[in-house]
């Protein structure tokens, strides 16, 4: 497949640039962006692309959203950082505003995503061992296979990712992994430590793969006969991806815990936190846990932003309807080299059939024809494009995956003899 987009020097220098000064911990499709605005990015020679990723989530509400830049402006000309070593004015707002749209009492700000996971795991075993009266040291927290929770030495200690976790040992304790959607082996590696169930609504890295309905409420029936913790990670599947403000919304579940993250910076910068309820979070006391940056007045002054936006439902509407759309036309391309789509609202994981090449050779014929997507494990392409994208901005790129795949049909041997 050939690319006709032009690469200038620009494009060429910057890559080489950051091949040669860069660690190598990823692997970007060859495409240098120099702007965004909603949907849309544009590189450095002009070419536009539409952006079917959103940085994993992290820009839900469309690149430079006006709303969002221009509160993000104003507090910079007020102040931005101040530690929490004392209150700031933007902070209180923004805090009230998040425990109100998660319905609890209590925000603890962070930053990146594995920081507001890290925050959850002290916080469970601080709770296991003050409230439930676990002895101490001998907390374990339930974990799923396939998780994806960010990248710390204990976050990745019950990863089940090679890559991930490759020479990194020695791991902490006090996980015990269960496979995915699978009640019953949950049920079973419960004990009197067991203080917390740690799960993603919605396995993202691992594929947007989504449980049946009753798995969510079932956790939490677990959860509940057991004292334990239900922690939700919606860092991914939350603020209005999946079509309503967290996913476990739409099978009737509250978590104990909510973590939050990505698109709780706008895409603007990153706020991450971990919501509840006064009897858990209210555990800790000053010097117990913090972070310098967390809950700055810009992130606040943003994150403040981010909760007006969803206040509305408009996102969350748009994801429903939209995603509707999307999921429509993406299963019109089963038996045409896709062989499953799952996941809901704007949020697609769509596996390619592998006799057609891979699914990072399918995202970079669709980078040619200018729409930007993720592959992940392999055969499966995660599309999340921004909410506030439009039908026919999904139309293009589902058009273009539909010429892709048609693409790579034609070129397949194998394939040209049995058809
Ligand atoms: C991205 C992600 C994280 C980690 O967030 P970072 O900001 O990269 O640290 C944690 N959990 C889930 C479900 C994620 O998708």
Known sequence: MTDHRALSPAHLQAVEQIEAYGSHNYHPLPVVIESGSGAWLTDVDGN???????????????????????????????????????????????????????????????????????????????????????????????VMEGNFHGRTISVISFSDDEDATGSYGPFTPGFVKVPYGDLAAM????????????????????????????????????????????????????????????????????????????????????????????????????GQHGSTFGGNPLAAAVGLAVVRLLETGEMQARSRELGAYLHGRLTGLLGHGVTEVRGIGLWAGVDIDPALGSARTICEAMLAKGVIAKDTHGSTIRMAPPLVITREELDLAVDALAECLAEARATTPELQLLH
């Open 48 to 142: 536009s692309y539409l952006d079917f990723l959103s940085a994993y989530s992290a820009v839900n509400f469309g690149h430079s959203n006006p709303a969002l830049v221009k509160v993000a402006v104003e507090q910079l000309g007020k102040v931005s950082i101040t530690s929490r070593a004392v209150y700031s004015a933007t902070y209180g707002p923004f805090i009230e505003a998040l425990a109100k749209l998660c319905g609890k009492d209590m925000v603890l700000p962070m930053n990146t995503g594995v920081e507001a996971v890290e925050t959850s795991l002290k916080l469970a075993r601080k709770w296991g061992y003050e409230v439930k009266g676990v002895p101490e040291d001998m907390a374990n927290i339930i």
């Open 187 to 286: 049920e079973a590696a419960m004990d009197e430590h067991t203080v917390a169930i740690l799960v993603e609504p919605i396995q993202g890295e691992a594929g947007v793969i989504t449980p049946p309905a009753d798995y969510l409420p079932g956790v939490r029936a677990i959860a509940d006969r057991h004292n334990v913790l239900m922690i939700a990670d919606e860092i991914q599947s939350g603020l209005g991806r999946t079509g309503t403000t967290f996913y476990c919304e739409q099978v009737g579940v509250i978590p104990d815990l909510y973590l939050l993250g990505k698109a709780l910076g706008g895409g603007v910068v990153p706020v991450s936190a971990v919501v509840g309820n006064a009897d858990i979070l209210g555990l800790l006391k000053p």
